[in-house]
């Protein structure tokens, strides 16, 4: 076995600059640590390097995703269309909203939404279509927003993986509907926790402002600042889903840093692809013909189990021996117990998406990772297959 005595190399770590270290620190001594001017900030800086009129900074992206579907007031048994892979949060929302999950299969190369199996699924109680960027490269936008409009129904785009991604030389955020991207610390460029909403739709910007903030007219920078007013109106029941001060002061430098994170990100995508491309045991991900930028939020291949003598769970075991980390992005959501017992989701029903799921990886992929990190992961691997070292 190689060499298990060195330090464990996570799946993932965050970057983060002095600078940013910094601006938290300065925030934490201003004695304004939630909502307010980083925030504002923040928001400003997101609508200038998404090219997008308005951006609302949240706790997460799942609670973005529930802010918009509830802004669009589902009814009960309302459809929302969406994807089997994902993290279970986009099928949750939809649930918590009153409405109701249909799933089309995935593209076996990319693991994204099968965009030619949409129309089918769509029936008179469609609502919206919520395609995800898995791992950070576009869904075929196109024809996609060619059927919204011709079916009259909304596009939410769950780009958690997206920020910095491009479809046609258009950055996601930039076009279409409405965009919601995470800011979780695996997550291309984090705040800690959060994420954020953007759209094109002043009405949408508007009910998701009032939404995230229990529904007031005016938040808590606007009420206890020297020219505020602390009487204020309930307009909606709304929810507590405001970014703070603290998490937008690394925000601000992460997003500066966020072009050069992915161009590392890329670099190191490009060493594996050329590392892996030989290797039997693994199926690497493919690439759209369209044109795109993709961000690299993780890479991951399939293994394949014949060639590789073992499955992805004993691969990903083997690894945390050898002090490497991997993670598993992600297993159909349809096959979680829930969506098994109240939508009669079973295996078989979306065949693309169980193969990827029951054979993907996520190897080590981040910033701050080094070629030499990348030759540890590249030499585990062939260690645990028994292959011989280059």
């Given at each position: 076995?190689?060499n298990?005595?060195?330090?464990f190399l996570?799946?993932?770590?965050?970057s983060i600059s002095q600078e940013?270290i910094?601006?938290?620190?300065?925030?934490?001594k201003?004695?304004?640590?939630?909502?307010?001017?980083?925030?504002?900030?923040?928001?400003?800086?997101l609508?200038s390097y998404?090219?997008?009129?308005?951006a609302l900074?949240l706790?997460s992206?799942?609670?973005?995703?529930?802010?918009?579907l509830?802004?669009?007031?589902?009814r009960?048994?309302?459809?929302v269309?969406?994807?089997?892979?994902?993290?279970?949060a986009t099928l949750?929302v939809?649930?918590?909203?009153?409405?109701?999950?249909?799933?089309v299969?995935?593209?076996?190369?990319t693991y994204?939404?099968?965009?030619a199996?949409?129309?089918?699924?769509?029936?008179?109680?469609?609502?919206?279509?919520?395609?995800v960027?898995f791992a950070?490269?576009?869904v075929d936008?196109d024809?996609l927003y060619d059927?919204a409009?011709r079916?009259?129904l909304?596009?939410i785009?769950?780009?958690a993986?997206?920020i910095?991604?491009e479809?046609?030389?258009?950055?996601i955020g930039?076009?279409?509907?409405?965009q919601v991207?995470s800011?979780?610390p695996?997550?291309n460029?984090t705040?800690g926790e959060?994420?954020?909403?953007?759209t094109?739709?002043?009405?949408?910007?508007?009910?998701?402002?009032l939404?995230?903030?229990?529904?007031m007219?005016?938040?808590a920078?606007n009420?206890f600042?020297?020219k505020?007013?602390?009487?204020y109106e309930?307009?909606?029941?709304g929810?507590?889903?405001?970014m703070?001060?603290?998490q937008a002061a690394?925000g601000?430098?992460?997003?500066?840093?966020l072009?050069?994170?992915i161009?590392r990100?890329t670099?190191?995508?490009?060493?594996?692809q050329?590392?892996l491309k030989d290797?039997?045991?693994?199926?690497?991900?493919?690439?759209?013909a369209?044109?795109?930028h993709?961000a690299?939020?993780?890479?991951?291949?399939?293994?394949?189990?014949?060639?590789?003598?073992?499955?992805?769970d004993?691969f990903m075991?083997g690894m945390?021996?050898?002090?490497?980390g991997?993670?598993?992005?992600?297993r159909?959501?349809?096959?979680?117990p829930?969506?098994r017992e109240?939508?009669g989701f079973k295996?078989?029903?979306?065949?693309a998406?169980?193969?990827?799921?029951?054979r993907i990886?996520s190897l080590?992929l981040f910033p701050?990772?080094?070629d030499a990190?990348?030759?540890?992961v590249v030499?585990?691997?062939?260690d645990?297959f028994?292959r011989k070292?280059?």
């Amino acid at each position: 076995m190689v060499n298990s005595n060195e330090a464990f190399l996570p799946f993932s770590r965050p970057s983060i600059s002095q600078e940013a270290i910094d601006e938290v620190v300065s925030c934490i001594k201003s004695g304004w640590i939630t909502t307010g001017p980083r925030v504002k900030q923040f928001e400003e800086d997101l609508k200038s390097y998404l090219h997008a009129p308005f951006a609302l900074a949240l706790t997460s992206a799942t609670a973005g995703l529930h802010l918009v579907l509830a802004a669009l007031e589902l009814r009960p048994g309302d459809e929302v269309i969406t994807t089997p892979m994902t993290f279970a949060a986009t099928l949750n929302v939809i649930v918590l909203t009153g409405g109701r999950p249909v799933l089309v299969d995935v593209e076996p190369g990319t693991y994204n939404m099968d965009v030619a199996r949409v129309e089918k699924a769509i029936t008179g109680r469609t609502r919206a279509i919520m395609p995800v960027h898995f791992a950070g490269l576009p869904v075929d936008l196109d024809p996609l927003y060619d059927l919204a409009d011709r079916r009259g129904l909304r596009v939410i785009e769950d780009a958690a993986h997206a920020i910095g991604t491009e479809y046609k030389g258009r950055r996601i955020g930039s076009f279409g509907d409405t965009q919601v991207f995470s800011f979780h610390p695996n997550k291309n460029m984090t705040t800690g926790e959060g994420g954020c909403v953007v759209t094109r739709d002043e009405k949408l910007a508007s009910d998701v402002a009032l939404l995230r903030f229990h529904g007031m007219d005016r938040e808590a920078w606007n009420r206890f600042g020297k020219k505020g007013s602390q009487h204020y109106e309930i307009i909606a029941p709304g929810y507590k889903y405001n970014m703070m001060d603290i998490q937008a002061a690394l925000g601000l430098h992460q997003l500066k840093q966020l072009d050069g994170f992915i161009a590392r990100r890329t670099e190191l995508v490009h060493r594996y692809q050329r590392l892996l491309k030989d290797w039997p045991e693994w199926s690497l991900p493919a690439a759209p013909a369209y044109a795109h930028h993709h961000a690299w939020h993780l890479f991951t291949p399939l293994i394949n189990p014949a060639a590789a003598r073992m499955d992805r769970d004993a691969f990903m075991q083997g690894m945390k021996e050898r002090n490497i980390g991997t993670g598993l992005h992600y297993r159909a959501v349809h096959l979680y117990p829930y969506y098994r017992e109240h939508f009669g989701f079973k295996r078989g029903d979306f065949p693309a998406a169980e193969t990827i799921s029951d054979r993907i990886v996520s190897l080590p992929l981040f910033p701050s990772m080094t070629d030499a990190d990348q030759d540890r992961v590249v030499a585990a691997m062939a260690d645990l297959f028994g292959r011989k070292p280059a």
